[in-house]
């Protein structure tokens, strides 16, 4: 196959997902047909045939079809045909469970609080799971499957919105009507034993303690050198030395 037909073929692949069938592929462009090129890559990355397609193989298409399928504004993409786009319609009996996978980090937070749409306005919801386990694969490899129940849905009043027959779409899930595997335990962490501290003496007002080791033997510190001479020896020997030379009378 030439370079030529190469780029005839992926444009045609192109002009498949973007104008008639992003669903197939897990995609729902938004109200002006556009999705994340990120988003369509990742899709062509799970597709046999397109696993090496990357964003330079998209600019290039542009440089040379004279008349490609595709737009680009900014990190979007969308068909220039769009006339056979499905459309977003109120879907008031969803099947009665519905898939969707969240972050495996914001687990614990979802199942507190809901589930609320993360970069999508909507939260997707699908009723096949290898579908929506495969859409949560894109965004984290350990993604968390939940299993949406409506029979409980229905008490909260939730609207959900269809897309193709393929994806149901609503604003946010409540904890209560979905469920999904255990949280993880938290390892208990054990506390390290702290070394005992020795209390502190007790003391009246007006007391104080005597360093027992000023009165040890061989403590305290030692003089060095001679020792200090006392004053009234020194004085004597004075006198005596005074008389003998005659300066003193008896």
């Known amino acids: ?47 046999d045939g397109w696993r090496h397609i990357r964003k330079s193989q998209i600019d290039e298409l542009l440089l040379v079809d004279p008349d490609p399928p595709v737009e680009l504004e900014e990190n979007r993409i969308r068909a220039r045909q769009r006339q056979h786009l499905p459309n977003l319609k109120p879907c008031p009996t969803p099947p009665k469970l519905l898939y969707t996978c969240v972050r495996k980090k914001a687990y614990p937070t979802v199942s507190e609080n809901g589930i609320f749409p993360g970069a999508d306005p909507y939260v997707i919801c699908c009723a096949d799971k290898e579908l929506a386990e495969r859409i949560g694969r894109r965004k984290d490899h350990e993604a968390v499957t939940l299993t949406i129940h409506m029979a409980k849905a229905a008490e909260f009043e939730l609207a959900f919105s269809e897309y193709a027959d393929t994806f ?32 502190k003496p007790v003391t009246e007002a007006g007391t104080f303690f005597l360093t027992p080791s000023l009165f040890e033997q061989g403590s305290g510190r030692k003089n060095k050198g001679k020792k200090k001479k006392l004053d009234w020896k020194q004085n004597r020997k004075q006198h005596r030395r005074k008389k003998e030379d005659g300066w003193l009378e008896d």
């Open 168 to 199: 149901y779409l609503t604003g946010h899930i409540p904890p209560k009507i979905f469920t999904g595997p255990s949280l993880p335990k938290e390892p208990i962490r054990e506390k390290s034993a702290e070394p005992a501290r020795t209390p």
């Open 1 to 47: 196959m030439t370079p030529q037909q190469k780029i005839h073929q992926f444009s045609r692949v192109l002009a498949y997902i973007l104008e008639r069938h992003p669903e197939e592929f897990g995609l729902i462009p938004d109200a002006s047909g556009y999705v994340r090129i990120k988003d369509l890559l990742k899709a062509l990355n799970e597709t």
